[in-house]
């Protein structure tokens, strides 16, 4: 494994997340770390995942991978359990966000002598409006997760999946801080991080430029499925993406309210 590699990186900035809400259903969704910047020498961790996700949750449930000097080791794996309370306290209902700070779950392990290899989504890699407006409208992109709960048990890492944009990123897909990409999304996915990554080169203003992109661009919401009254529904193979601005906003907006910057 090499672990200067950046794809090999982004297999650790997700966490399976299992929920059972109070009727008894059961539900399995995906979360990331996003790393927000407090000032020049403190940041916070924070999961983010979709509301719909952790709606009505009794009990929240995530896996860690344990840590082992400075790597991962492949079968070693901590299974904690998340407060339902203050995911849901935290939820936007109208974005289908919600975030868990994790910075004390870390610590606590810390404390405990079991201390978890995790990446987090640095905020360097939002990209700004001035970038979105400069993207093509077709883009390659990359999201990481548990399609149907899929996930290597034995390495304990997720699944990567790629697709295009169906729609531009810098259109609001129908009027929402959304749009869509032309990629396999199945329940589970929801909550997987949205990439641009390009590794070699890509294009760029009508040009070819040599190098590695990476662009964290948004959260995968929803497939988007065909309703027939006289029919089945079923997948078009399509799915909705919150956009990082949203994403990106909504943590701030949280960070202001909740989070002192003397943490």
């Known amino acids: 494994m090499n672990l200067n590699d950046i794809s090999t990186q982004l297999l650790y900035t997700t966490f399976p997340i299992w929920v059972e809400r109070n009727n008894g259903e059961k539900s399995f969704g995906t979360g990331f770390i996003i790393n927000h910047k407090l000032d020049d020498e403190k940041s916070v961790p924070l999961l983010v995942t979709n509301n719909h996700v952790i709606a009505d949750a009794k009990q929240i449930i995530t896996e860690f991978v344990a840590l082992e000097g400075d790597k991962p080791p492949k079968i070693n794996k901590i299974r904690v359990e998340l407060s339902a309370a203050t995911f849901l306290s935290t939820a936007n209902k109208d974005l289908d ?129 065909r309703k027939d009254e006289n029919a089945a529904s079923y997948f078009l193979g399509l799915g909705a993406v919150i956009n990082s601005e949203a994403v990106s906003a909504y943590v701030k907006s949280f960070v202001d309210k909740n989070i002192s910057k003397s943490t």
């Open 97 to 225: 966000l919600a975030i868990h700070p994790i910075a004390p779950l870390i610590n606590q392990l810390n404390s405990n002598n079991t201390p978890v290899f995790y990446r987090t989504i640095d905020e360097s890699i939002i990209p700004s409006k001035k970038q979105i407006e400069e993207l093509s409208a077709i883009e390659d992109v990359t999201f990481i997760g548990y399609p149907s709960g899929l996930l290597d048990r034995v390495n304990l890492t997720p699944l990567i999946r790629r697709g295009i944009t169906s729609s531009p990123i810098w259109n609001n897909f129908n009027g929402e801080q959304k749009f869509l990409i032309d990629a396999g999304v199945y329940p589970g996915s929801s909550g997987s991080p949205v990439f641009i990554f390009n590794q070699g080169s890509y294009g760029h203003s009508g040009g070819i430029i040599m190098g590695t992109r990476l662009i964290f661009v948004g959260i995968l919401s929803e497939s988007v499925i």
